[in-house]
Nanobody, 116 residues
């Protein structure tokens, strides 16, 4: 399974971006995976940003609660991350993870830079 992220870029503080993560698997298989977005800033460890289970339950890092929203479209085998009210400290490479109890797939990541 290939996982490809898109939607990153340069945005001013307070701006918005929507990241997409497309998986090369059928919708029926995609639907049973848990999905998540993670980020890694320069010199820091990778951290969890948001996850969504196959049942639709979501979880967010405290630093992004109320600003970011994770969602999925199983028919398109795609998971999204809507990011609003972006801050400079959100600057990082954002990566998508699709997994079940047996396998875990990662994308290459997409750069998000928040700067004026």
């Amino acid at each position: 399974v290939q996982v490809v992220e898109s939607g990153g870029g340069l945005v001013q503080p307070g701006g918005s971006l929507r990241l997409s993560c497309a998986a090369s698997t059928s919708p029926s298989i995609f639907s049973i995976y848990a999905k998540g977005w993670y980020r890694q800033a320069p010199g820091k460890q990778r951290e969890l940003v948001a996850t969504i289970t196959s049942g639709g339950s979501t979880r967010y890092a405290d630093s992004v609660k109320g600003r970011f929203t994770i969602s999925k479209d199983n028919a398109k085998s795609t998971v999204y991350l809507q990011m609003n009210s972006l801050k400079p400290e959100d600057t990082a490479v954002y990566s998508c993870n699709v997994r079940n109890d047996y396998v875990s797939y990662w994308g290459q990541g997409t750069q998000v830079t928040v700067s004026s």
